[in-house]
């Protein structure tokens, strides 16, 4: 069984489209974050959520808005599409805070055309 | 500034041969972890060193951590094809919530 999942894998879309990525997790961990992977490797934090609380918001713009309908899910919806949120974004789960082991799904590549 | 940074950008060896890979950090740290991450996934946790202590092994992997040099160094012995990846150090920080990531290290094990 897959320990921390994405889908969809692959996401093309135009300029100005709302688009959803899901993230699941089966570790049981209390922790889940989204990470974003820009074309030089380089990885963020975008948001961390703690038992279905927000703990870490980096500063993301706002068109992007996590959603923790319970802490094994955490979803990253995005509004208005934007040329320069092409990336691969990653979910990811912890046992305990912040600064432990992380457990990365397979991560999403976004591209906006 | 990133707070962990990995050198080199990139290396080359020969099946058969060791790698090292060193990171530097600028804060006090909790704990530091490496990851690797294949072409095309994602990254899958190395190993975890503490600021307590100095050196870690799993199978062929060894790291080091010198805290009064920020630094930490990651070796892989006997290289395999299979190693080539990036590998990416990450520092959890004494007091803060998150961890930060390096720019990686790209290994290319030539068979």
């Known amino acids: 069984d897959t320990a921390v999942s994405q889908t969809p894998k692959y996401l093309v879309t135009q300029m100005g489209n709302d688009k959803s990525i899901k993230c699941e997790q089966n570790?049981?961990?209390?922790?889940m974050y989204w990470y974003k992977q820009d074309s030089k490797k380089f990885l963020k934090i975008m948001f961390s959520?703690?038992?279905?609380?927000?703990?870490i918001n980096e500063t993301v713009p706002n068109r992007f808005s996590p959603k923790s309908p319970d802490k094994a899910h955490l979803n990253l919806h995005i509004n208005s599409l934007e040329l320069g949120d092409s990336a691969v974004y990653f979910c990811?789960?912890?046992?305990?805070?912040?600064?432990?082991?992380?457990?990365f799904g397979p991560g999403t590549r976004l591209t906006v055309l | 500034s990133q707070q962990g940074e990995e050198d080199p950008q990139a290396l080359s060896i020969q099946e058969g041969e060791n790698a090292t890979m060193n990171c530097s950090y600028k804060?006090?740290?909790?704990?530091l972890q490496w990851y690797r991450q294949n072409s095309g996934r994602g990254l899958v946790h190395l190993i975890l060193?503490?600021?307590?202590?100095r050196e870690k092994h799993s199978g062929r992997l060894r790291v080091t951590l010198d805290t009064s040099k920020k630094s930490s160094s990651l070796l892989i012995t006997a290289s395999r094809a299979a190693d080539t990846a990036s590998y990416f150090c990450?520092?959890?920080?004494?007091?803060?919530?998150?961890?930060?990531f390096g720019e990686g290290t790209q290994l290319t094990v030539n068979p």
């Open positions: 990450a520092t959890g920080p004494l007091s803060g919530s998150r961890l930060t």
């Open positions: 060193i503490r600021s307590n202590e």
């Open positions: 570790l049981g961990h209390d922790t």
């Open positions: 990811a789960s912890s046992q305990e805070g912040s600064t432990d082991t992380q457990y």
């Open positions: 804060t006090s740290i909790n704990n």
């Open positions: 959520y703690n038992n279905k609380e927000l703990i």
